[in-house]
């Protein structure tokens, strides 16, 4: 009989060989609903933090980029601005160069003046790495006008629906990298199962790799929401320890809990 329900889960999946046992022998669904539900909660706290990252963004460290924009007029293909040329846009801490416009033709590419854009006549080049770089024509652009205020409004309707557009894109993308994830381990988990030598069908131990993820998935959130620089390799610690939780909860259904145990009596000889 179903002793846990999926409120015990987040709490429960950490430490409790009772719950491992009751998911893979009496809970019928694959528990991918919840695993939706999951993403979605853990979602909330980091949408909010990259909101609020964005705002003080646009609102303190924008400003001293997007003011040194200039007024940039394209009529009939035909880049032009009215201040001499080449001229920067820089990072104001380090003095770095992150664009130049230079109509005149004097600068061939960003790697010549050491920068990311480059705003030629009639195209934008856009450095991506030191040896491979971007092109998009504008010679079919008839008429547009571009300034520091207009890049200012842009930022701050990006503001507004940011998190509206981020959020379903990022809940979306990781439920399928999940449910990838729970398949995969799944089929590890085949091989937990006979070295356990336990029988388990592929939707138990779909359940068991679902609530085996949980912990990891929880304390990644916490991580992310303090702000905790993890190094590069932490993912391969996840992994091995989600795989870990995996094996316990495979171990746990070869387990009979005390109180399943059957309790044998020595016969009475009668006198």
Request: aromatic letters at 12%.
């Amino acid at each position: 009989m179903k002793k846990f329900s999926i409120i015990h889960l987040p709490v429960l999946s950490f430490f409790s060989k009772d719950l491992y046992r009751d998911v893979g022998l009496h809970w019928n669904r694959i528990c991918f609903g919840y695993l939706l539900l999951l993403l979605a909660i853990c979602w909330i706290p980091m949408m909010v933090r990259i909101n609020t990252g964005f705002a003080e963004f646009v609102k303190n460290e924008a400003p001293r980029v997007v003011d040194q924009v200039p007024e940039i007029t394209i009529t009939d293909g035909q880049v032009s601005i009215k201040e001499p040329q080449p001229y920067f846009i820089r990072e104001p801490d380090s003095n770095e160069i992150i664009a130049v416009i230079d109509i005149t033709g004097s600068i061939k590419s960003p790697a010549d003046a050491n920068a990311f854009f480059l705003l030629t006549d009639n195209s934008m080049i856009i450095r991506q790495t030191d040896f491979k770089t971007q092109t998009i024509d504008l010679s079919q652009v008839k008429s547009f006008t571009m300034d520091s205020a207009t890049i200012t409004s842009w930022m701050h309707t990006a503001k507004k629906f940011l998190v509206i557009i981020l959020y379903p894109l990022a809940l979306l993308s990781s439920y399928v990298y999940r449910i990838i994830q729970a398949l995969i381990f799944a089929a590890v988990g085949l091989l937990f199962a006979s070295l356990c030598k336990v029988s388990l069908s592929y939707g138990a131990l779909l359940r068991l790799a679902v609530v085996a993820m949980t912990p990891c998935m929880i304390v990644k959130t916490v991580f992310g929401l303090a702000g905790v620089h993890l190094p590069c390799g932490v993912g391969l610690v996840y992994l091995l320890v989600a795989l870990a939780y995996l094996y316990f909860g495979v171990y746990a259904c070869s387990q009979t809990p005390p109180t399943e145990q059957v309790l044998q009596f020595p016969e009475q000889t009668q006198i």
